[in-house]
């Protein structure tokens, strides 16, 4: 087979295939046109820079979860944006929080999975199986015998990755991190350089008429609150001065001082144990023809 044909055909087979394809793959497809691993590798090379390198065309070969596939250039992202396409299916940041945990700590369980998380997983991790972006890779031997779970090659082909180690690393998180806090803080500051070169004066971001409205509704709500606490307490003390009245003409609390009693209710218990010590004294009538002068009161007997 010449290098023109095999070429063509190794192009044909990429490009029908569902999946990406591997070298493996085609040198079993191609065994009976005797073509070695060597010829196919440096056949899928001039492909990749036929394709690549060609500015006119809008779609590339790329390496993807360990074989080839064709794929469209970012250059027509925006376009292709606009056509009316399937859309696939997105995924929640819980399922992406999850598939993230088990792609960088693979072969992973699924307790070590919910203590980082910290909430149950289960219904995420079987989100994350129906899509065949994880799957079962054995048990550990421990009590229980729990499952272990990795990524699939679906996975890799989602996020258009050859394989796990390209994955971007920690430190590479780590600096994405910081570039995007650094450009949160220059954005408030690129903001105040505006209004400075604007006078430092915003008519816009300025309502005194509002907020003077706003604190007048609020004074009026503070003093109807006053009045009602006002009118209760008034209620309370005439209420109360009732009850003192009552207590003390009933003759106060007999032979007993509770405790807690306030000064006006012991008033009325010594006014009680002192009309009962002391004797009760009434004037007797002058006898007939007596100078009521020389009758003084004495005591009954």
Known sequence: MENNELKS??????FVAEEPVDEKALHTMLSDANVDMERIQQTLEEIQNDW???ARR???LMQVSGGYQFRTKPVATPWLQKMNLPKAAKLSPASLET??????RQPCIRSEIESIRGVDSGGVIKTLLEKRLVKIVGRRDEAGQPLIYGTTPQF????????????PTLKDIEEFMRERRAAMTEAPASSSLVAEKNGGDDEAFEEPEEEE??????????????E???EKLEESLKHLNVVEKTVLMMGGFKHA??????????????????SETEPSVVQADAPAGEDSAQSPDRPVQ
């Not at 598939?99 to 960088?104: F, V």
């Not at 001082?257 to 002192?274: N, T």
Request: glycine share 10%.
């Open 9 to 14: 055909v190794i192009e044909a087979m990429i």
């Open 52 to 54: 690549n390198q060609d």
């Open 58 to 60: 809008g779609i590339g």
């Open 99 to 104: 598939l993230a945990i088990i792609a960088y």
């Open 156 to 167: 890799l082909e989602l996020f258009n990755l050859n394989a796990l180690h390209d994955l």
């Open 213 to 226: 409205e706003e604190t007048e509704v609020i004074e009026e709500v503070d003093e109807s609150e006053d």
């Open 228 to 230: 009602e606490a006002l």
């Open 257 to 274: 001082e509770p405790e807690g009693m306030g000064e006006k209710g012991k008033l009325g218990a010594e006014v009680q144990r002192s």
